[in-house]
């Protein structure tokens, strides 16, 4: 014996309702639309370009560059963004910058286009807003990473100063900052966060995949 005639439309009403509310559900589903999923992707991308220089560091090697002493410097052996050390007497006058709750020297080494980036020694404390004291004359060592004018945009004001004093002496037009202590593959911190946008783009170019293809 067949159902009533209404208990068939109602059933059937039911059925049409569920269908519409499942559909809803399917475009709500987890993922993002594909232009927001591709200004993710090149948002990440920029920030990992910005790290390029810093990740080639971290896996650079690590037995340092010779630079040589005073009077005898390499300058064939010159590499930006390399481990390096150097020899040399430093020049009459610095910069100074405090950075991370510490004070900084940026000295020049004479006749040579090396500067080094090393921290305050005693007797070279500075107040900003007073003259700056005379760096230490004591010939030193260093050693750190080394990088070409072009690779320091941060140090251009300051590389630019000690240029214009003239106790420098810029091999092919050009200074090298080494900045003391940074050895390659010290900062794990980098490649976490490298490896952290690196799982952002991969999860939204699947996204995307998935977008693209519901459309």
């Known amino acids: 014996m067949s159902e009533p005639l209404s208990t068939s439309t109602e059933q059937d009403e039911r059925d049409r309702r569920i269908a519409e509310l499942e559909a ?29 220089l810093d990740l080639a ?16 410097y390499r300058h ?3 590499v930006s963004n390399r481990y390096a050390q150097v020899h040399g007497i430093p020049t009459a006058r610095g910069a100074y910058e405090q950075a991370d709750g510490n004070l900084y020297v940026l000295v020049g080494l004479r006749e040579s286009p090396f500067v ?9 404390q500075w107040t900003p807003g007073r003259p700056p004291p005379q760096p230490d004359q004591r010939p030193f060592a260093v050693r750190g990473r080394l990088l070409s004018e072009e690779d320091a945009p ?21 200074l090298w ?5 940074e050895q390659p593959g010290a900062d794990r911190g980098l490649v976490l966060v490298s490896l952290a946008l690196l799982a952002f783009i ?6 995307l995949f998935k977008g693209l293809r519901r459309r």
């Open 24 to 52: 809803r559900a399917a475009r709500r589903r987890v993922g993002v639309k594909p232009l927001a999923a591709l200004v993710a992707i090149a948002v990440a991308l920029a920030l990992l370009g910005m790290q390029r």
């Open 57 to 72: 560091y971290f896996f650079s090697p690590r037995s340092p560059l010779t630079l040589g002493t005073e009077g005898a």
């Open 76 to 78: 064939e052996a010159l």
């Open 116 to 124: 080094v980036r090393r921290g305050a020694l005693s007797g070279e």
């Open 154 to 174: 941060r140090y251009r004001e300051a590389l630019a100063l000690l240029r214009s004093m003239g106790e420098l002496q810029p091999h092919e037009g050009r």
């Open 177 to 181: 900052l080494l900045i003391e202590g």
């Open 202 to 207: 991969a999860l939204n170019a699947v996204l």
